[in-house]
């Protein structure tokens, strides 16, 4: 592929709920979600995780920066990392922050700007010297970010609503479906609608089918559903993700292993992975 047709995406956080570092998660990581997806010559991040403070510190050096970040949604391991995140304390940097999970209630801006308010935090929004701008849509609804970059999106099953996303470039796809939960006699068929014939899907992979009776409502899947919806939505790559922070490198490893047995060809996200459709 020509360089100026470069598709991929960069973990950076693959895990839920909260970050867990230590020797126990080494190798598939201990940070919470974020992405970094290249789409030629622009960039995508999505969430904003504690993995987003080592992706910023990687483009810190690149120069002027103009970047889209969307949100899956803004509970706390998805949004923890924005204080953090150097560029954005950076002048001449430019980043437009998308969500489709607030309206009609609330703004993104609003949002973000309540987790960095004293006594929570001690600087505010207006800390960041970077150009910023919020953009608030409805889940379901095509964005048009960049030129060549088209977003499809879609409303997922989360408490406090969640967007799915699917990323079409240069005739591939990437879609991004977390924090999700998957119904019990059924497929979601908003993200099947979504990711169906795609190339990559990312998905929201929390428990196993024996753990999951423990946390149903929760707002979180098991890798066997999200294998079950690969197969019936046409996915080439399912890519398991969102690791419950219980599950160490350990257990992770039986996952990986008991996943490629069902659907060879499955992934395991781990922090530093880099995959092109």
């Not at 360089?3 to 909260?18: D, K, N, P, Q, T």
């Not at 010559?41 to 920066?65: V, Y």
């Not at 960095?116 to 970010?145: I, K, N, R």
């Not at 993200?191 to 999951?212: F, K, M, P, Q, S």
Request: charged share 20%; net charge negative; proline share 6%.
């Amino acid at each position: 592929m020509a360089e100026a047709e470069e598709f991929s995406v960069r973990f950076w956080g693959v895990r839920g709920s909260i970050a867990v570092p230590g020797l126990g998660t080494a190798r598939y990581g201990g940070n919470t979600s974020c992405l970094e997806v290249h789409c030629g010559k622009h960039l995508l991040i999505m969430d904003a995780g504690t993995g987003l403070r080592p992706l910023g510190a990687s483009l810190a050096g690149n120069g002027k920066l103009d970047i889209d970040l969307f949100f899956t949604h803004t509970h706390f391991d998805h949004v923890n990392g924005l204080p953090f995140f150097v560029p954005m304390f950076m002048k001449g940097n430019s980043f437009h922050l998308w969500a489709g999970h607030l309206k009609p209630q609330y703004t993104l801006k609003y949002v973000l700007g309540e987790m960095m308010l004293a006594p929570l935090f001690p600087v505010p929004l207006e800390v960041f010297q970077s150009t910023v701008c919020y953009h608030d849509f409805a889940a379901g609804e095509t964005l048009t970010p960049r030129p060549g970059v088209t977003l499809r999106t879609a409303p997922l099953n989360h408490p406090n609503n969640a967007t799915g996303y699917r990323i079409d470039f240069a005739g591939k796809s990437i879609c991004y479906c977390t924090d999700t939960e998957h119904f019990p006699d059924r497929l979601d068929q908003n993200i099947v609608n979504l990711v169906r014939g795609a190339d990559i899907l990312i998905y929201d992979a929390c428990y196993t089918d024996e753990e999951y009776a423990k946390f149903k409502g929760w707002g979180h899947s098991t890798w066997q559903a999200g294998a079950r919806l690969s197969d019936a939505a046409g996915v080439k790559t399912y890519v398991i993700f969102h690791h419950d922070p219980s599950h160490d490198d350990a257990f992770m490893d039986k996952v990986a292993t008991d996943a490629a047995a069902a659907r060879p060809g499955t992934v395991v996200a781990r922090e530093g992975l880099i995959l092109r459709p």
